[in-house]
């Protein structure tokens, strides 16, 4: 069954600094992978997606993250993190073969000191 | 436009009761998927619907849990003898095209509804 890993319960960086939040998945084709954003209280806003093609993936806000096949990742970066990026960041595949239903990551809670 | 709306925003409700929650989906949006989120837990998959029909339930829990959508638009999830431990955020997400007919396409979600039983 497909899944999903996020290392890393808790990030804390300063702003200003760089960011990589990890994430590896178990997914038995190619797999389709989702990095989105949960501001307290709010809904999940979508910041990038992996399809096919370019492995490099660009998204909203100055997030980009690479899909790497070899290594079961699609870690999510930022060169440089705002105090406004403080949320909680959620990882997740696609599975195709069952309508696309979402298998979620545990989530990556990032703080950003000042 | 508008995004995915859920009502109410908050349920609390005593345990045994029964509740309802409901979701509207981005017009046209053809699937429907319904997803719970525990306390510290990333959302799990219930429910998805093509157009009226249920096309994968097998993320609900047990048989307490049932939803519906019978007019391919609006969806209701519904709770009977509501426990403890089905408190949670309940997510709601819509998505324009029919999963397995070419590329899928984003997911949209709802701010959820809280439910909390007491």
């Known amino acids: 069954a497909q899944s999903v890993t996020q290392p890393d319960i808790h990030i804390t960086v300063s702003e200003g600094a760089s960011l990589e939040l990890r994430c590896n998945y178990s997914y038995g084709a190619t797999p389709y992978l989702f990095w989105y954003v949960q501001s307290p209280g709010q809904g999940l806003q979508l910041l990038l997606k992996?399809?096919?093609?370019?492995?490099l993936v660009q998204g909203i806000k100055g997030f980009e993250a690479e899909f790497k096949r070899s290594q079961s990742s699609f870690n999510l970066r930022k060169p440089s993190v705002h105090w406004s990026d403080a949320a909680e960041y959620f990882c997740?595949?696609?599975?195709?073969?069952?309508?696309?239903?979402?298998?979620f990551g545990a989530g990556t809670i990032l703080r950003v000191k000042s | 436009g508008a995004g995915v709306s859920q009502t109410p925003s908050n349920k609390v409700t005593e345990k045994g009761k029964y509740v309802e929650l409901r979701c509207d989906p981005i017009?046209?949006?053809?699937?429907l998927y319904w997803y719970r989120q525990s306390l510290g837990q990333g959302p799990e998959f219930l429910i998805y619907f093509q157009g009226t029909g249920a096309a994968d339930d097998s993320g609900l829990p047990n048989d307490r849990f049932f939803a519906v959508r019978p007019e391919g638009s609006v969806s209701t999830l519904k709770i009977q003898r509501t426990e403890r431990g089905d408190s949670a955020v309940y997510l709601c997400?819509?998505?324009?095209?029919?999963?397995?007919?070419?590329?899928?396409?984003?997911?949209?979600f709802g701010p959820g509804t809280r439910l909390t039983v007491l």
């Open positions: 992996y399809f096919s093609g370019d492995t």
């Open positions: 997400a819509s998505s324009a095209k029919v999963p397995g007919q070419g590329a899928t396409d984003t997911q949209y």
């Open positions: 017009s046209g949006h053809t699937a």
């Open positions: 997740a595949v696609g599975d195709m073969e069952y309508g696309n239903k979402l298998v």
